[in-house]
């Protein structure tokens, strides 16, 4: 008997990024699936300014080699991710129908081109599967309109993949079955963010010593977009108030936020010192975690979805402290185990959480435990786990036609 032809998974994205082309890298090397990856869209291949980061930058790490891809024309006048028309590939149908697939991965739907492979794929019988990671934390119960719409829209699939509780809990509101659920966790490329590579060990000493950082110094990071969302000002505050000796605040970034930050530090009295580093891409990020013992994402947006950043601290050992409206807090942060979880919209809390989290770490026992329980916990979120759950939902729908 003749084996059965691989799989052809078509996977529709907006851009590259520094989170999935490792992945899809990754399942070419290790899996006998046929892939190719279509985007929408260049941003972070050629140089682009962020308006949030409010930077021109191009991230500088591979994100093309490894895989099949290609881009398809966006004829979008306005183009990106920030409105539904800013994704609009009116030849994607003809590539995918080109290129034969067996089933399609699409990341999101809130584009006009999302919405014609929806289509497309229904019309050709082609199996649909989504990977978003939108979450409720923070926000109740959806609109009943949205509910409706997005009701409807998830019946169209075949095949959720979750990638954390939060996200789980989504689906399973807007009435996704749990068979229709395979896991498929959040991960980075833990190959980059490696403790043990000498180089990155070397530059974290050098930017130690550059900030007059002594040994003992208990480093606190935010490494992110510097605006109102991710409450850079509200972690200053508390990290002012509470004045704690041996400790410093390092922000590394760009945003509408920073002058306003600068502000508030030059006037802090101290003894904490803080310092302000710029956006640092991608091959920089390793050395400004090994430079922290604690790293922090605040926000109380709802559109942190996830904060993958935490996922690349931990890797590098390093605990969080997050906001309980931070997708990955129910699964990757457990309270006093492997980092602190406080109230978004409490700045006591915020301040108590953070008191906790520099007093543990200023024991050495206890934060040499704590780092062996993160790298413990981030363990279970790599390109093997979020694969094996991408192949249980393709063979959740049976062999290719």
């Not at 024309?73 to 994704?87: K, S």
């Not at 922290?292 to 942190?304: C, I, K, N, Q, T």
Request: charged share 20%; hydrophobic share 45%; glycine share 6%.
């Amino acid at each position: 008997m003749p084996s059965a032809p691989p799989l052809r998974l078509a996977v529709v994205l907006s851009h590259p990024t520094q989170y999935y082309s490792p992945w899809f890298r990754w399942v070419q090397a290790e899996t006998k699936l046929q892939l190719r990856v279509f985007y929408l869209w260049d941003f972070g291949i050629s140089a682009q300014r962020d308006p949030k980061f409010q930077t021109t930058f191009r991230w500088d790490v591979d994100l093309l080699s490894g895989y099949e891809s290609e881009f398809v024309p966006n004829v979008a006048r306005d183009r990106g991710t920030h409105h539904i028309r800013g994704l609009n590939n009116p030849e994607i149908t003809a590539r995918l129908a080109a290129w034969g697939p067996s089933a399609v991965l699409m990341f999101g739907y809130k584009s006009v081109t999302h919405l014609r492979v929806l289509a497309w794929a229904r019309r050709k019988s082609v199996p649909l599967h989504f990977r978003g990671d939108s979450h409720l934390l923070g926000r109740g119960a959806l609109p009943p309109a949205t509910r409706l719409v997005l009701r409807l829209l998830f019946r169209q699939f075949a095949a959720f993949l979750p990638v954390g509780a939060a996200n789980r809990a989504y689906f399973t509101a807007l009435g996704v079955p749990e068979r229709k659920l395979f896991l498929a966790p959040h991960a980075v490329n833990a190959a980059h963010f490696d403790p043990t590579r000498p180089a990155d060990r070397a530059a974290a000493e050098q930017l130690r010593r550059d900030l007059g950082l002594g040994s003992k110094t208990r480093v606190v990071l935010f490494a992110g977009k510097l605006v109102p969302e991710k409450q850079p000002a509200e972690l200053l505050t508390a990290f002012i108030t509470l004045a704690q000796p041996e400790t410093a605040l390092v922000f590394v970034g760009e945003g509408p936020e920073k002058d306003r930050l600068i502000q508030i530090a030059r006037a802090a009295p101290g003894p904490g010192t803080i310092h302000f580093l710029p956006f640092a891409n991608q091959s920089e990020m390793p050395s400004r975690y090994l430079l922290a013992d604690l790293f922090v994402l605040p926000s109380r947006g709802h559109y942190e979805t996830w904060g993958l950043a935490v996922n690349e601290a931990m890797h590098m050992g390093v605990p969080a402290l997050v906001s309980d409206r931070v997708g990955c807090q129910a699964d990757l942060v457990e309270a006093g185990k492997t980092g602190w979880v406080f109230r978004a919209t409490d700045s006591l809390d915020l301040q108590a959480q953070l008191r906790a989290a520099l007093d543990c770490l200023a024991d050495p026992a206890q934060a040499a435990l704590l780092r062996k329980r993160v790298q413990a916990r981030i363990a279970g979120y790599t390109y093997t786990h979020a694969t094996s759950g991408l192949l249980a939902a393709l063979s959740s729908v049976g062999p290719p036609p």
